[in-house]
């Protein structure tokens, strides 16, 4: 029987996968691996019924000496724990990504926002760069500083928008103006 595996490769969970595609994947030893019989993710390296992709034996046979109702699968396992310079989270599970409001600061940024619309659109990019890279708590802390920026742009999106509508307005009354002269 061949065994059947789960790996995660760039901030994505693969599986499961046969031996022979497990061959394919561009696995190092750092790569997170899971398969029954672990008890959580680990490092390829300290698998140690994946040792044979790394010295180039042939996949080994497991026996069936599993009942395959009681199997787990990865969801009921998790990740790795991450290490402290990915910014200290360490309970084992992936936290949820920061609420950010990306869409509203390009909004108010076209209305009139100007620089304070910039700035939380930055944050907010750095928000998702940082929790892609594992930095949660950093990433939390650039979603709050691009809320604050945001804050900021409403009322200035709100001046900005008051100031068009008054030149609109007496852009329109010079053309009502130019017009009865025509």
């Not at 994947?25 to 680990?42: F, H, I, Q, R, S």
């Not at 990306?102 to 926002?113: D, P, R």
Request: net charge negative; proline share 6%; glycine share 8%.
């Amino acid at each position: 029987m061949q065994r059947e595996y789960y790996v995660y490769i760039n901030k994505e969970q693969l599986g499961p996968v046969d031996g022979e595609k497990l061959k394919e994947l561009d696995l190092t030893p750092d790569t997170l691996v899971w398969y029954d019989g672990l008890d959580e993710w680990v490092p390829a390296s300290e698998a140690p019924g994946i040792q044979w992709l790394f010295n180039g034996e042939p996949e080994p046979e497991i026996a069936d000496d599993t009942d395959t109702a009681l199997q787990r699968t990865p969801d009921e396992t998790s990740i790795a724990d991450e290490t402290e310079d990915t910014g200290a989270y360490n309970d084992g599970y992936l936290p949820e990504p920061p609420r950010t409001h990306i869409a509203w600061a390009v909004i108010l940024t076209i209305i009139g926002a100007g620089v304070f619309g910039i700035l939380a659109i930055v944050f907010y990019s750095v928000a998702k760069t940082r929790y892609n890279n594992g930095q949660y708590d950093l990433a939390e802390h650039s979603a709050g500083v691009g809320n604050r920026w945001l804050s900021w742009a409403v009322p200035f999106a709100i001046l900005g928008l008051l100031y068009t509508i008054f030149v609109f307005k007496d852009l329109m009354e010079s053309m009502d103006q130019l017009s009865s002269v025509w």
